[in-house]
């Protein structure tokens, strides 16, 4: 009895050694995670889309593509040159206003250029700066009609154009090292031409 009971006891000790011993060791998860950091160097461009649309949350055009250039000179002084673009068409959207339909078509295109600064925290990217911002909207009127469906209007056409700086503020979390999800807010400082 007692050689079963110190055997048993042994084999606890053991055990409890293996698991501390075991513990003390990164997993395969782990030695994985470690394994990348975001690393701008080898990463140097990026390309991104707005997704907003898919839930029909944005109001800027429908669809925006993004591409940046990363710039390092050292671990504190890191950031991309942005260029974005973006573009949303509507053919025949009948527009109702009171006793007023209107059946009109629209072109928008906006185009930003600028510069970002990064801040890099484990796999979060954290970046601020600033764009030169262009818009152009060309909405033309087919028809309008009144209530008693005669023509009011045919074939109008309004060409707004607008230009300034926005400054934005945003971050990205990387869940590997070539894909990331990213989120950021801006303010524009703009002058608009009809």
């Given at each position: 009895m007692k050689k079963t009971v110190l055997g048993l006891l042994l084999a606890l000790v053991v055990q409890i050694a293996?698991?501390?011993i075991t513990s003390m060791q990164p997993n395969?998860?782990?030695?994985?995670?470690?394994q990348w950091k975001i690393d701008l160097k080898k990463n140097r461009f990026?390309?991104?889309?707005?997704?907003?649309?898919?839930i029909n949350g944005n109001f800027l055009p429908d669809y925006m593509l993004q591409f940046k250039?990363?710039?390092i000179k050292d671990q504190k002084r890191q950031g991309a040159w942005r260029f974005r673009v973006g573009t949303n068409t509507t053919l025949n959207d009948?527009?109702?206003?009171?006793?007023i339909s209107a059946y009109s078509n629209v072109l928008n295109i906006i185009t930003d250029v600028g510069y970002q600064w990064n801040l890099i925290k484990n796999k979060l990217l954290i970046f601020y700066g600033t764009d030169l911002h262009f818009a152009h909207k060309n909405l033309i009127y087919d028809r309008v009609q009144s209530e008693s469906n005669s023509d009011?209007?045919?074939n109008h056409q309004e060409?707004?154009?607008m230009f300034g700086i926005k400054s934005?503020?945003?971050m990205s979390y990387f869940i590997s090292p070539h894909f990331s999800f990213s989120l950021d807010s801006h303010i524009v400082l703009r002058h608009i031409n009809y």
């Open positions: 293996g698991a501390q395969e998860s782990e030695k994985k995670e470690e990026e390309a991104g889309a707005d997704l907003l649309w898919l250039i990363h710039t009948k527009i109702e206003h009171q006793s009011i209007l045919t060409k707004t154009t934005f503020l945003g």
